[in-house]
T-cell receptor, first 110, second 113 residues
Framework: KQEVTQIPAALSVPEGENLVLNCSFT??????LQWFRQDPGKGLTSLLL???SQREQTSGRLNASLDKSSGRSTLYIAASQPGDSATYLC?????????WGAGTKLIIKP | EAGVAQSPRYKIIEKRQSVAFWCNPI?????LYWYQQILGQGPKLLIQ????????DSQLPKDRFSAERLKGVDSTLKIQPAKLEDSAVYLC???????????FGQGTRLTVV
């Protein structure tokens, strides 16, 4: 059974720092992995999708990597800004289902 | 392009009452999902439709939850009767047939008191 874990559950850093969020999964047989952002009281916004054959994807200040063999993905945020404050969730597509982590709540202090 | 629309945004009900949520997916998206997200947890799939057929409802508490997508477009999710533990955000998502990328609505926050 696929399980997805995100550590830490919460992270607070000063504005301007580069940071890394972690996502691990137990079964390497995945179709893809997706990172989402969730603002309080709002839905989920897809940030990056990495197919199982890819190693990384980039969008602006965000870079996501995927290492299937070790069951890990990282989301790198460069030059963090207060507007980046949100909860970040990763989800793996496995057996046509999306399996979710519980998220990392990120606070960027001005 | 319009996104996934959900209503209402917020709902407060007493336990044992009934409630219904509505979702209109992105035009042309054959696949529709309903998720339940309890505070501090990731979303849990309740039901997945492909057009108007159910693909997966294995985690839907069928004694109190029901969902339909009669015309293969919009969908309703109903809870009857509600319990305190049903307090959560209910998210609707849709995707193109065969695509693995889902697009989410803003969700309905349900509070059962």
């Amino acid at each position: 059974k696929q399980e997805v874990t995100q550590i830490p559950a919460a992270l607070s850093v000063p504005e301007g720092e580069n940071l890394v969020l972690n996502c691990s999964f137990t079964d390497s047989a995945i179709y893809n992995l997706q990172w989402f952002r969730q603002d309080p009281g709002k839905g989920l916004t897809s940030l990056l999708l990495i197919q199982s054959s890819q190693r990384e994807q980039t969008s602006g200040r965000l870079n996501a990597s995927l290492d299937k063999s070790s069951g890990r993905s990282t989301l790198y945020i460069a030059a963090s800004q207060p507007g980046d404050s949100a909860t970040y969730l990763c989800a793996v597509r496995s057996n046509y289902q999306l399996i979710w982590g519980a998220g990392t709540k990120l606070i960027i202090k001005p | 392009e319009a996104g996934v629309a959900q209503s209402p945004r917020y709902k407060i009900i007493e336990k044992r009452q009934s409630v219904a949520f509505w979702c209109n997916p992105i035009s042309g998206h054959a696949t529709l999902y309903w998720y339940q997200q309890i505070l501090g947890q990731g979303p849990k799939l309740l039901i997945q439709f492909q057009n108007n057929g159910v693909v997966d409802d294995s985690q839907l508490p069928k004694d109190r939850f029901s969902a339909e997508r009669l015309k293969g477009v919009d969908s309703t999710l109903k809870i009857q009767p509600a319990k305190l533990e049903d307090s959560a955000v209910y998210l609707c998502a849709s995707s193109l047939e065969g695509s693995t990328e889902a697009f989410f609505g803003q969700g309905t926050r349900l509070t059962v008191v």
